[in-house]
Antibody, heavy 124, light 108 residues
């Protein structure tokens, strides 16, 4: 079972850039789509964006102006950068594998593997 | 962009059946996936596609879909099923986007 691992600073100052990395063991990073998802304390899940194995990206329109997701296949990692952060960006950040799973009775999209999450606090 | 609406909370007696619903226009075109999240843990995929369970998910979890509503059904709820549940699908206006439901707290 593939296990994802997020890493990065747990504290970021307002107006600075939040940077996180997700490591994908086993070399499968070149075969799937990879998403970032966040969850503010006590609130629901919010999709941030994804990067594909071909490095195409898609971002949540509400964050698009501040987000960049990139891929480093040599390190089996993908990364998130969120700039100009405010306290509203304080959240647990998850990385997840994003794929369409084919089934004879009707497949579908799924975030089938997740990291354990990393808490990022925006505060001076 | 699309929205997926869930009831904030439902309760179920031990061993009984509970249906958790997710409503949104995108569900007319795309199946929902469902995630279970226990406190201080990452979400776990429980249902995807028409009605598919990943390996290790008990068969008391099932899914269904009709028009703009997707449902997650827990048949014979157990104490360990107490958790938050989220649906997700592609966005109806741009299928490159993803959206999550508002979440349902299930109390057993």
């Amino acid at each position: 079972q593939v296990q994802l691992q997020e890493s990065g600073p747990g504290l970021v100052k307002p107006s600075e850039t939040l940077s996180l990395t997700c490591t994908v063991p086993g070399g499968s990073i070149s075969s799937y789509y990879w998403s970032w998802i966040r969850q503010p304390p006590g609130k629901g899940l919010e999709w941030i964006g994804y990067i594909s194995f071909s490095e195409s990206t898609s971002y949540n329109p509400s964050l698009k102006s501040r987000v960049t997701i990139s891929l480093d296949t040599s390190k089996n990692q993908f990364s998130l950068k969120l700039n100009s952060v405010t306290a509203a960006d304080t959240a647990v950040y998850y990385c997840a594998r994003d794929q369409f799973i084919y089934e004879t009775n009707g497949g579908g999209d799924a975030f089938d593997i997740w990291g354990q999450g990393t808490m990022v606090t925006v505060s001076s | 962009s699309s929205e997926l609406t869930q009831d904030p909370a439902v309760s179920v007696a031990l061993g009984q059946t509970v249906r958790i619903t997710c409503q949104g226009d995108s569900l007319r075109a795309y199946f929902a996936s469902w995630y279970q999240q226990k406190p201080e843990q990452a979400p776990v995929l429980v249902i995807y596609g028409k009605n598919n369970r990943p390996s290790g998910i008990p068969d008391r979890f099932s899914g269904s879909s009709s028009r703009n509503t997707a449902s997650l059904i827990i048949t014979g709820a157990q104490a360990e099923d107490e958790a938050d549940y989220y649906c997700s699908s592609r966005d109806n206006s741009d299928n490159h986007l993803r959206v999550f439901g508002t979440g349902t707290k299930v109390t057993v």
